[in-house]
């Protein structure tokens, strides 16, 4: 598992996704994947969900971080996802074996997906569990990465938010961008 976490980058976003943050996720963890990083996420609807999908089709390596037992991934929805991924990538789990996915746990798995080489938010909400990833993610000096969207979107408020309040978060639009920040950033 070590070696799945060398060169990991965690695509965060919506549940709720729009068609254009499934396009992006997609496009990013796509190509990422292609290029041999790691891409790390919840394992959720939308974003999460496109992230994993995408890294698994392009061959490349995937972690999903759940927020419940390893022995009943959340959602159930996902659950053909979390047998790929098993398969051919990584799940990972900080609770015990029949653990309920409680909503106190995803916050706290989510400082597991914080501890990438980089985090990129994709799509979020103004209160969503993307932007409080990325309050982890700053407060640990990695690498902070948004798309912007559109601005008549209210899945584009966290995003826009980030890039308000944090000098660190930059901007990126494509996995080169996000490569070209993780070696600025020193990964």
């Known amino acids: 598992m070590c070696d799945a976490l060398t ?3 965690a695509i965060v976003g ?8 499934l396009h992006v996720s997609t496009e990013l963890a796509s190509e990422l994947a292609s290029r041999g990083w790691t891409v ?8 999460d969900g496109a992230a994993h999908r ?8 995937t972690v999903a ?3 419940c037992g390893i022995d009943r991934p959340y959602p159930v929805g996902n659950s053909a996802l979390f047998d790929q991924i098993v398969a051919h990538g990584v799940l ?11 909503r106190h746990r995803f916050a706290i798995s989510n400082r597991i997906i914080a501890t990438a080489d980089g985090t990129v938010v994709v799509e979020a909400a ?12 700053l407060s640990l000096g990695r690498p902070a990465m948004v798309v912007p969207g559109p601005v008549t979107s209210a899945l584009s408020l966290g995003c826009h938010q980030i890039l308000r ?4 978060a930059r901007v990126v639009t494509s996995a080169g961008e996000v490569i070209t920040e993780l070696h600025q950033g020193g990964r």
């Open 126 to 137: 103004a209160r969503s569990a993307a932007v409080h990833t990325m309050g982890r993610v």
């Open 7 to 9: 060169r990991s980058v």
């Open 165 to 168: 309040t944090s000098a660190a």
């Open 65 to 67: 971080v759940l927020a």
């Open 92 to 102: 990972i789990s900080e609770w015990p074996p029949g653990a309920e996915p409680l």
């Open 14 to 21: 919506a549940r709720a996704a729009t068609a254009y943050g």
């Open 54 to 61: 995408a890294a698994l089709a392009a061959g490349g390596l």
């Open 40 to 47: 790390m996420s919840g394992g959720a609807f939308g974003i």
